[in-house]
Every structure is written in structure tokens, then in C-alpha cells.
Nanobody, 117 residues
Framework: QVQLVESGGGLVQAGGSLRLSCAASGSIATLNLMGWYRQAPAKQRELVATISTRGTTNYSDSVKGRFTISRDNAKNTVYLQMNSLRPEDTAVYYC???????????WGQGTQVTVSS
């Protein structure tokens, strides 16, 4: 029912920037969290950042000050602006939408971000 379409991943040099976008289509609950997670090879999926409907944000310590999450409620779209990228940021980044009304989770297909040293 709900589909998440991501874009913006790619290959950049250390210190560069990327902007990820994720557009959700279908029936999205009014109260929800949108966010980004990432998974590097041989590592667990980890939180990058989340943002509530009202704009409350939460960041992992490793990206705070470098990444900025934002959303457009009218378009059901979440963005992740990534600056000062480091090789350690290399991972597959996944978009997530979690309904706070029904407790359902939806995931994007994942987009590869590679940061060269």
C-alpha cells in the first residue's frame, strides 16, 4: 500500500556533500516518524536521524552537526542533507516511515552512499 522511493545516493570524495530524498506514496498516517537508517557491510542497521510530523529531530552522535534531516508534509517527503562526508559514512541508506497510530513500518529500497578517502 505504501511505497517509498529514494534518490540522491552516489559516490563522493571525503568532505563532499549529498542530499537524499525519499517520497512516500499511498495512505500515510497523520502522526508518523520519517527517518533514515544506514547499514555498512558486516554491521547492524543503525539510526541516522528521524523527524516527527511537527519537526522534532533526533540524530545519532556520529552525524550530528554534519547531517540535517527535514520533511515536507504536503509531499510526504523526507530529506537528508549530508555535509562533510567521511569514509565512515559509507553505507546503504534506508528511508523509513513509522505510523504512530497503527504501529506499522515501511522501508525504502535503500540507496548506496560511498565516500572515498
Amino acid at each position: 500500500q505504501v511505497q517509498l522511493v529514494e534518490s540522491g545516493g552516489g559516490l563522493v570524495q571525503a568532505g563532499g556533500s549529498l542530499r537524499l530524498s525519499c517520497a512516500a506514496s499511498g495512505s500515510i498516517a497523520t502522526l508518523n516518524l520519517m527517518g533514515w537508517y544506514r547499514q555498512a557491510p558486516a554491521k547492524q542497521r543503525e539510526l541516522v536521524a528521524t523527524i516527527s510530523t511537527r519537526g522534532t529531530t533526533n540524530y545519532s552522535d556520529s552525524v550530528k552537526g554534519r547531517f540535517t534531516i527535514s520533511r515536507d508534509n504536503a509531499k510526504n517527503t523526507v530529506y537528508l542533507q549530508m555535509n562533510s562526508l567521511r569514509p565512515e559514512d559509507t553505507a546503504v541508506y534506508y528511508c523509513n516511515v513509522r505510523s504512530l497510530i497503527y504501529g506499522t513500518n515501511y522501508w525504502g529500497q535503500g540507496t548506496q552512499v560511498t565516500v572515498s578517502s
